[in-house]
């Protein structure tokens, strides 16, 4: 309450001259510049002066939050412009998940759970330079502006999004079809502006293939949207026209999403039995969400990092205290909080946390992460230093080629964010879109061929740049290829992780 005045305060308050008769002088020590003219923290110790004195010194019993809340509906009744800046305040000076939303904030959020927005086609998440760009879409409008993932977006416009709320900052990026969006990109530490057109998006929930002579499947979730269970599901059912069970599933650059999706998806995977523990501040309140699966058939290896956040910690506990997998990758985010939108009548509403969540052995995740049974670190290292194929320039590569120097081609396709699947030899339909893709955004002609002077372009793209390995899948595909994967599994039984 006293954050939310003081919020309030900073913008009317103006200190008035105490016309107070004493029987003795009350020393307060003031200066004779206006009030109006002093920083935030200023009046706040004005006003805080103004209480204490009332609390010291009023002769009549007094509750100093019953002053605070004279004091919010005073201003607010001379001046109800302010309730949004009082509710910013109010859900601000909590948790960082915690959030008001505008009637416009709130609807951007919405349109992100349902998978479908007019925008410019990414996936982001919240960091204090930004938002970091984790995946861009193909035939998206950042796609064609050159935005490739690990950019940061500082600013729209002239808002700053250094640590705000990712549904606020998709409320500044998103807005109606054929519109201009001025940009701030940071990549490798050097700014540049750039203006997208927006476009109506509809989000994809990643991709699927098979891998290691089709011994293996691979699925890339990039949330868990609405849609995630039901692509994860289409992407089981080919795998079990292969007999595949051995299960690659990659979670890094996660950022969550819905927790009955997460449970939907844990069904796939894990046996009957707790998917998610919820402890609300009211312990009446608590509850747990079951899987139900009495034909456990897959092994899983789930890719984590530091991004994986929310319901992907949730996963990935889930298999490691069931034992139907194993998790590969970086502890993960440490975002273990549920949160829940309430809508207002006069608009806008709020996302508030209200549960820690759990997992089935009760582990603690929030502010810890889920630590992985392999550790491997996806590696960024120069372009120049990496363990990418080379390319030899030996020839053009065109639709039905196969060969290590399409694997070498697609592998930076790959890194650039370009919908290509997985590296895998094969110059395929794909292949041929990401290359045209690529030709269009970087104004060569753009024909789908990969001719010798797009091949030398993808070399001039990279060459400042550093470059992620893939570390992690590699050393899933091993230990799937290589060894008994019970080997690597710990003993998730404690109720908390060191």
Known sequence: MKKILSLIISVIFTVQALGIGYAYANEVNTEETPASDKSQAEANIYFDLAVSLIMSNYKFDVNREDLYRAAIEHLLKENPELLEKAFEGLFGSLDKYSTYYTQEQLDSFFSNISGEFCGIGVIITSTDEGLLVTTVYDDSPAKEAGIIAGDIISKVGDFSLAGVDVAIAQSKIIGKENTPVNLTIIRNGVSFETNIIRRKIVIESGFYQTVANDTIGYIELDDFNEHACEFVKKALDSFDQKGITNIILDLRNNPG???????????????????????????????????????????????VNENSASASEAFSAAVQDTGVGIVVGTKTFGKGTMQNITKFKIGGGVKLTEAEFLSPNKRHINGIGVSPDVYVEDKIVDYHNSNYTKITYDRVMKSGDKGKDVYALEERLYFLGYN???????????????????????????????????????????????????????????????????????????????
């Open 257 to 303: 999403g819905s927790a009955e999706v997460m449970v939907d998806i844990s069904s796939l995977f894990i046996p009957t039995g707790p998917a998610i523990h919820f402890e609300f501040k009211n312990p009446f309140r608590n509850k747990t969400l079951y899987a139900y699966n009495e034909n456990v058939k897959y092994k899983l290896a789930v890719l």
């Open 420 to 498: 290509i699947g997985l590296p895998d030899e094969i110059y395929d339909e794909r292949t041929h879109i990401a290359v045209y893709n690529f030709q269009k955004s970087t104004e060569l002609y753009p024909y789908g061929v990969a001719d010798i002077t797009t091949q030398l372009k993808l070399e001039e793209v990279l060459n400042a740049n550093k470059v992620i390995q893939n570390d992690s899948l590699t050393k899933a595909i091993d230990i799937f290829l290589n060894h008994d994967i019970n080997e690597f599994k710990q003993d998730w039984s404690s109720s908390s992780e060191e």
